[in-house]
């Protein structure tokens, strides 16, 4: 069974940003293939937090234009996902 854990933005950003420097080409196959999954699989969850950040923009918005413009934003954020992660947006 899958569980969930809380980890806070901060420290999710910077484990991303950490594996995001380290060379694996000496490692096994094996290795290599969970590292790069894994690293695929954060960046997925960041670009998804942002995209949940940019929804709340469209509900604060303080008006139509802007309202519109952070549709705009968030449906562009959307495909982007969509395209290079080949992921929905809904985890």
């Known amino acids: 069974m899958a569980k969930n854990v ?3 933005l901060p420290l999710l950003e910077r484990i991303t940003e950490l594996l ?3 060379d694996t080409s000496k490692y096994d196959r094996a290795v290599r293939d ?3 999954d894994i690293l695929r699989e954060l960046n997925a969850k960041m670009l998804k ?3 949940r950040e940019a929804y709340s923009k469209i509900i604060r918005a303080k ?3 802007a309202r519109h413009s952070a549709r ?3 449906l562009w ?3 982007y996902i969509r395209n290079v ?3 929905d947006t809904e985890s």
């Open 77 to 79: 954020q959307k495909n």
């Open 20 to 22: 995001g420097y380290w």
């Open 49 to 51: 937090l942002e995209l």
């Open 85 to 87: 992660c080949g992921s």
């Open 34 to 36: 969970d590292y790069e």
């Open 63 to 65: 008006d139509e234009d």
């Open 6 to 8: 809380l980890i806070p």
């Open 72 to 74: 705009m934003d968030y």
